[in-house]
């Protein structure tokens, strides 16, 4: 919504500058966006009468105006059609500097000088007529004027950002009521001159509302002997500061009206009628009907049409129809000006993908009593500005009238809700100047103006009071009412947690897009894969299943950066949706590529591997005094040797392994990645055990090392598992120090260091009770692993 | 029957020469004389033989305990002066140290994470809700009627059967509410979408934090109050709030409120459009609409919400002037917080 600073004068004084009035009805709610002039500077353009005009000897279509501007006679060359002696017109003398900064200079024009030149109102930039010269009216115009100051064009465009509540602020009436009401005073509204005659309009066409749901009230004028033509000045003025064109008299004022009074109003050409009877109707199943705009189009069954009986003539609320347009030829009009249920313009809009001006205002809900008005003051125009004769009487069809809601408001819980101590004939000050009815009492009784559709219940009119009496002077209390016990939330505490273990690991949290590309997903993703219906794009177009896609894309965005290590992790939600189940669960995700993220001068740069990512879980898994389990399963998303169940004790945790290449290619990642997914929601629960004391050990441990050669395939877990089993009430703990393979190692086996502490809760172990337990378990391994020991 | 050694005395003895040893040469010195084949503890051991039987055992294991003993210890002693010789030669202190890896976390989680934390303090527990929500939850108990015009404020994404993608995380508000009665004090963070184009300033995913605070006698000037002191703890106590009236349909009255610009403290800059203020949240008294949805009582409850956009808020803090940096996780950018 866009109107002109001294056009909102025309309805209410006030003498605050334009930023001034801005921030003034910023405070208030009615928020200006931006103030901009209205039109581009100009100068050295004064007023001259053509004298005398001749034509270019030469050149047909040039001719010679002979010029008074004030000072002297001169003459100068025009191409416009329209120039005749006694024609005030806006002449820009040599020196004169035009909008876009063009310096005017005496010129030669087909072998005349010509001493600058008689202005359209395009390069004034005043409007897009650029065949014509100007024409200023005669009654006012004085020769020698400065164009700029004899048209007041020192103006701005205010440019509103209203909220969607608010219809009765899309009209320079509603925005002149604000103004009001920051001042306390009313709104003038223009006066209405309007002259019938040449019969009843009741005798020409007739209105029979068969959808009153859709339309409550249509009312409608003859605007007879009407002549099309380009509007004056002032009018191109007003539609050019609502950001709007101009088309020609009729439609101009049509839409001007709109603006002045937010109601929208729809100019027929009335010879176009098969029938003079309009009939409004709900749109019938399959109708189709083409609109203004030449677009044949399927009407929603929503939509309410406007028909004279026979042909549809318009969707209503919305966009007239091609053939009733008026056109250049129109001679005669019908007026309408109508109430349509909101909601049901709402909709047919939606459906059509049209979003008129007009639409816009039905659909959050013009003024029914408004309606009358509008219709008046825009055939009074019509008389005026295109000579036409407009009948005697509306036809109004309003079956049931809508008056205004009565509410009450109590000051008590005014002052309750906003927190102040505000006088009650204060409250009734706000709500005068708002054009409430207003009867004052213990309650304050209401009546509601049908042009606020947004004030329904007492807590509006509470905002109404709180907006216009400031929010600035509501104090600020920092004594919260009333104490509450605060409760930590467990499942945030944990998420925080675990960050802050995986940030000292090394990793940077990542936060990814939720919305993922369904064709990079695998298999078993994509099945559970909740799908948007109305997505920006096929690659933002599924909710993400896991958190494998995400990362990996951040993973490809750092490589293609050239970032050399990659540790990153997210913990984040994943949905999921199993036989039309939705279901939302929190994952947590681990990825490494690229450099260890460990490098140092003596050991130089390595590649991340699996111990890497394995040594920051069970790191993790300490800290929450969980042991973690690995055993190889397959997992789709995983390398075929590389992927790995994760588990503490018997409750799976989620997965670990190295990203198959071919999937890793999807997101254009060449090198391993490796990558590990958790349940959060289940390693959570395993978390919440919390530590139990146990005594120190008071007698010294004994060590003893061994290394053994066994066949390259055994697990150095095994190894392990079967040294605790030798003596597990001594052995406290067993560890491998040294895995090593080649010379002079066989090619197919390896050398396993193994250190084992050796301890008893109760009595300091001797050596050869030590030394026992220590040869069974070398024994112990020789049988099961076939190990020989390395000496 | 030769002395019984006084392997005690033996011991202190050795372990003050090996104190006094400075160099390589003295240390020599020391080994072969306690340690070597032909030191005092092997004259000892060898020795053994012309003791009684019964001190054999007993001297035999004090003597080997005194050789490990002193073994040990010129282990340590010769590492010392061999660390203390590379000290003086060769330590080069420019070389990088032995830094522990150190991660960070997300820029978003830091903001977020003092966001909570402020608000803990003001008595606000956290609280949250699922993403993909109903239109109930996300519109309908929030008074946005159905076929209104306000649900065009909030772009949504819409997801098979009849769910959406939550555009706030007031949500949360009625799924609390309906769980617990008043007072109840909530701050609720998370991830929220719009149906909106992706450029530098809009993306169709962000952060919310929606706080909501419902019991007796809660009014406007309370939540001034604590939108206040959010405001001087986040970006400091010569931050000023300033109240616009504004529109939105699950509070009344609503209001937008704006901050003094943080470059030029309110005189006008590029990064307020020279207005002086930036807008940094909404809020507003709750609806009594909002509550009748969640059979509360309006004329004994009353209660206020807000809501910002965390993005929003770190770009503020940290000058970032494009949101999409949030969601590319460039690590080199993440490092940075
Ligand atoms: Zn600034």
Redesign the interface.
């Known amino acids: 919504m866009q109107v002109s600073y001294k056009w909102l004068q025309e309805y209410i004084a006030f003498d605050w500058s334009p930023d001034e009035l801005a921030r003034r009805l910023t405070m208030i709610g009615t928020a200006v966006e931006r103030i901009t002039p209205l039109y581009e500077k100009f100068s050295g353009v004064r007023i001259a009468r053509i004298e005398k005009v001749d034509r270019h000897s030469g050149q047909d279509r040039l001719s010679l105006c002979t010029i008074n501007d004030g000072t002297g006679v001169r003459v100068v060359v025009c191409g416009a059609p329209n120039v005749h002696p006694g024609l005030y017109a806006p002449y820009a003398m040599p020196g004169a500097v035009l909008p876009g900064g063009m310096e005017v200079k005496t010129a030669t024009i087909a072998g005349v000088s010509s001493p600058g030149f008689l202005c359209s109102e395009a390069e004034l930039g005043l409007s897009e007529e650029s065949d014509r010269i100007m024409e200023l009216d005669p009654e006012a115009a004085e020769t020698g004027m400065d164009l700029w100051e004899f048209l007041d064009l020192d103006d701005w465009i205010m440019q509103f950002e209203l909220t969607p509540n608010r219809p009765d602020c899309m009209s320079a009436l509603g925005l002149a009521r604000e103004i009001g009401a920051l001042i306390g005073t009313k709104v003038r509204r223009p006066e209405l001159e309007l002259h019938e005659g040449g019969g009843a309009a009741a005798e020409r066409v007739t209105v029979q509302i068969d959808d009153p749901d859709g339309c409550p009230r249509y009312a409608a004028r003859i605007v007879d002997n009407i002549e099309i033509k380009p509007s004056p000045f002032w009018l191109k003025r007003r539609l050019h500061a609502a950001g709007m064109r101009s088309l020609n008299n009729i439609v101009d004022i049509a839409n001007y009206i709109m603006i002045e009074t937010g109601q929208p109003l729809h100019a027929f050409d009335f010879a176009t009628f098969s029938r003079p009877n309009i009939v409004v109707r709900a749109a019938t199943a399959g109708e189709e009907f083409t609109t203004l705009d030449n677009e044949r189009r399927a009407m929603p069954a929503d939509a309410v049409m406007i028909t004279d009986g026979a042909a549809a003539l318009a969707v209503g609320g919305i966009m007239g129809g091609l053939a009733s347009e008026v056109s250049a030829v129109t001679r005669a009009v019908l007026l309408e000006s109508a109430y349509f249920n909101p909601s049901r313009i709402r909709r047919t809009r939606k459906q059509l993908g049209l979003a008129s001006e007009a639409a816009l205002r039905f659909e959050k809900g013009v003024d029914p009593n408004g309606v009358g008005f509008a219709l008046d003051r825009a055939a009074a125009l019509m008389a005026e500005l295109a000579g036409g004769q407009v009948l005697q009487g509306a036809v109004d069809v309003y079956p049931a009238p809508v008056a205004p809601l009565r509410l009450e408001v109590r000051p008590v819980r005014v002052n309750k809700i906003i927190g102040v101590d505000l006088a009650s004939p204060r409250m009734i000050d706000i709500l005068s100047a708002l054009e409430f009815g207003v009867t004052g009492g213990k309650t304050i009784a209401v009546a509601v103006p049908t042009f606020r559709p947004d004030i329904t219940r007492e807590i509006d009119l509470i905002e109404e009071i709180a907006r216009i009496a400031d929010y600035g002077a509501i104090p600020v209390r920092r004594k919260a009412a009333g104490r509450i016990p605060t409760a930590v939330n467990p499942l945030n505490q944990f998420e925080t947690r675990i960050k802050e273990i995986l940030v000292g690991e090394g990793l940077f949290e990542v936060v990814t897009n939720s919305l993922v590309d369904p064709r990079r997903l695998t298999p078993g993703e994509a099945g559970l894969a909740v799908k948007l219906k109305n997505p920006l794009s096929e690659e933002l177009s599924v909710m993400r299943a896991s958190l494998c896609g995400s990362l990996l894309q951040v993973v490809a965005h750092n490589l293609n950066r050239q970032v050399p290590t990659i540790a990153i992790f997210e913990i984040g939600r994943v949905f999921q949706q199993v036989d039309g189940v939705i279901r939302e669960r929190h994952a947590a995700a681990v990825m490494l590529a690229g450099n260890a993220f460990v490098t140092r001068w003596e050991t130089g740069v390595r590649a991340v591997d699996f111990y890497d990512l394995k040594g920051i879980l069970v790191t993790m898994c300490r800290a929450l005094r969980l042991e973690l389990e690995l055993c190889a399963a397959p997992y789709e998303m995983f390398a075929d040797r590389a992927s790995f169940e994760l588990r503490v004790g018997e409750t799976p945790l989620g997965s670990l392994g190295l990203i198959a290449p071919e999937l890793a290619r999807r997101y254009d990642v060449k090198i391993p990645v490796w990558a590990a997914f958790l349940d959060f929601d289940k390693l959570e629960r395993a978390g919440r055990a919390t530590a139990v004391y146990r005594p120190l050990p008071r007698f010294p441990k004994a060590e003893r090392d061994c290394a053994v050669i066994v066949s390259r395939s055994v697990k150095g877990g095994d190894l392990v598992e079967t040294v605790k089993r030798a003596a597990p009430e001594l052995i406290e703990q067993v560890d491998i120090f040294d895995v090593y393979t080649g010379k002079p190692i066989a090619a197919d086996k390896k050398s396993v260091a193994i250190s084992v502490s050796y301890r008893a809760e109760d009595r300091t172990l001797t050596d050869a009770q030590v030394n026992d337990a220590h040869s069974k378990a070398v024994e112990l391994l020789k049988n099961c692993f076939n190990a020989e020991l390395r000496e | 029957m030769a002395d019984v050694p006084d392997i005690d005395r033996l011991t202190a003895q050795a372990a003050a020469e090996l104190e006094r040893a400075e160099d390589q040469q003295a240390l020599d010195g020391f080994k072969s004389r306690w340690l070597g084949r032909k030191g005092e503890l092997s004259l000892i051991l060898r020795g053994l033989k012309d003791l009684a039987p019964e001190q054999r055992r007993e001297i035999g294991v004090a003597a080997n305990q005194a050789r490990e003993k002193l073994q040990a210890a010129y282990d340590q002693r010769k590492g010392a002066l061999e660390q203390n010789k590379a000290v003086a030669v060769d330590l080069d202190y420019t070389?990088?140290g032995?830094?522990?890896?150190?991660?960070?976390?997300?820029v978003?989680?830091q903001v977020t994470?003092e966001i909570?934390r402020i608000f803990?303090g003001?008595?606000?527990?956290?609280?949250?809700g699922?993403?993909?929500e109903t239109d109930y939850y996300n519109f309908t108990a929030l008074n946005f009627p159905?076929?209104?015009?306000?649900r065009?404020?909030q772009d949504t994404?819409?997801?098979?059967?009849d769910?959406l993608?939550r555009t706030h995380t007031s949500p949360v508000q009625i799924r609390v509410f309906e769980k617990r009665r008043p007072?109840?004090?909530i701050l609720a963070p998370g991830?929220s979408?719009r149906?909106?184009?992706?450029n530098a300033r809009s993306y169709?995913?962000f952060?919310q934090v929606e706080g909501f605070?419902a019991?007796?006698?809660?009014?406007?000037?309370?939540l001034?109050?604590?939108l206040?002191?959010f405001a001087e703890q986040f970006f400091g106590a010569e931050a000023k709030l300033?109240?616009?009236?504004?529109?939105f349909p699950f509070t009344?009255?609503?209001?937008?409120v704006d901050i003094s610009c943080l470059l030029c403290g309110g005189k006008g800059c590029r990064l307020c459009k020279y207005e002086g203020w930036l807008e940094i949240l909404g809020a507003g008294?709750i609806?009594?609409e909002v509550f009748r949805a969640v059979n509360y009582d309006p004329e004994r409850i009353?209660g206020f919400a807000f809501g910002m956009g965390i993005e929003r808020l770190a770009m503020m803090k940290y000058r970032i002037d494009d949101i999409r940096l949030?969601?590319?996780?460039?690590?080199?950018f993440?490092?940075q917080f």
Not at chain 2, 98 to 106: E, S
Not at chain 2, 122 to 128: I, P, S, T
Not at chain 2, 157 to 161: A, K, L, M
């Open positions: 070389l990088p032995r830094t522990v890896p150190r991660g960070g976390l997300h978003l989680t994470d909570v803990y003001m008595g606000f527990e956290v609280a949250d699922p993403e993909i159905p076929d209104h015009p306000a065009d404020m994404f819409f997801v098979e059967g769910y993608l007072p109840v004090r991830r979408y149906n909106e184009a992706i169709c995913m952060h605070y019991a007796a006698d809660v009014s406007f000037a309370d001034k109050g604590v206040v002191g300033r109240f616009r009236p504004s529109f009344e009255p609503s209001t937008e008294m609806d009594p009353s949030f969601f590319e996780n460039d690590l080199r993440l490092a």
